[in-house]
């Protein structure tokens, strides 16, 4: 044993390093991307099951709908601040903007039970969800032209109110 640990020790070592590194790559990057991946799921469909949660509903649902959404849009923004830059970049890579979509779903949550709120515009909603978290390959591109024009007019409204 100790005559073949004498010849091989060297591949041992670089066995043993292999060994860390797989470790350390799949707990800090592997790891927290399937976590932005199943919440990304999660949001959307917390999005589809409660967007049109509105005035005539009982209480209980108007609540449930706003736990869930206050749900999603919190696992949302804990992701986004407080994973690191492996994180950050597969989001810029894969187009999601975690922020803005956790702004829409707390949108949503605000508007749950809501008198006078149209459909229209809770569409718009949803559809903004899906645009800024990379799923709107149902939409026509004009409304996804509609949609990000929207989006951008609520940025310089809220950057304005600051």
């Given at each position: 044993m100790h005559e073949w640990l004498a010849n091989n020790w060297i591949s041992v070592l670089l066995a043993a390093m292999g060994g860390v590194l797989v470790w350390l790559i799949t707990n800090?990057?592997?790891?927290?991307?399937?976590?932005?991946?199943?919440?990304?799921?999660?949001?959307?469909?917390?999005?589809?099951q409660n967007a049109y949660v509105g005035y005539g509903v009982n209480n209980e649902r108007v609540i449930e709908a706003k736990a869930a959404l206050s749900e999603a849009a919190?696992?949302?923004?804990?992701?986004?601040?407080?994973?690191?830059w492996p994180v950050r970049l597969y989001c810029r890579l894969a187009g999601y903007d975690l922020e803005g979509a956790a702004d829409w779903l707390i949108f949503l949550h605000n508007k749950a039970g809501e008198l006078g709120w149209a459909d229209e515009?809770?569409?718009?909603?949803?559809?903004?969800?899906?645009?800024?978290?990379?799923?709107?390959?149902?939409?026509?591109?004009?409304?996804?032209?509609?949609?990000?024009?929207?989006?951008?007019?609520?940025?310089?409204l809220s950057g304005e109110k600051l």
């Open positions: 800090w990057v592997g790891k927290p991307i399937v976590d932005i991946r199943d919440r990304r799921i999660k949001a959307l469909q917390a999005a589809e919190s696992s949302l923004r804990s992701i986004s601040r407080g994973y690191g515009r809770r569409q718009i909603v949803l559809d903004a969800i899906y645009v800024l978290l990379r799923a709107h390959h149902h939409l026509s591109p004009e409304r996804i032209d509609k949609v990000k024009t929207r989006i951008g007019l609520e940025k310089r």
